[in-house]
């Protein structure tokens, strides 16, 4: 590995902000139990998103909505950003 985004963000330099944006069957928690803390322990502002229609953003009792479309993600991401 190498190259910015394993370098050590904490050096007096702004960090950079990382959003990480999973794929198909897939949520915000895919990128927890390695990524988000190797990010943030090198300074850098890193947060998951999880896109409309995945994740674990349910009501009890009702059927989960199908995944939204391109356009809907990119509209979620923009949204978040």
């Known amino acids: 590995l190498g190259g910015p985004a394993t ?6 330099d702004p960090a ?5 944006v999973h794929g198909s069957y ?5 990128w927890e139990p390695h ?14 998103l999880s ?10 009792g009702v059927p989960p909505p199908v995944a939204g479309t391109l356009e809907q993600h990119a509209a979620d991401v923009l949204a978040f950003a």
């Not at 370098?7 to 007096?12: I, K, L, P, T, V």
């Not at 950079?16 to 990480?20: D, E, G, P, Q, S």
């Not at 897939?26 to 895919?30: N, Y």
């Not at 988000?36 to 947060?47: A, I, N």
């Open 51 to 60: 896109l409309r229609g995945q994740g674990g953003g349910t009501v009890p």
């Open 16 to 20: 950079a902000t990382m959003l990480l």
């Open 7 to 12: 370098a050590d963000a904490s050096d007096g």
């Open 26 to 30: 897939r949520a915000a928690w895919c």
């Open 35 to 48: 990524f988000l803390g190797f990010f943030r322990s090198r300074g850098f502002d890193t947060y998951a």
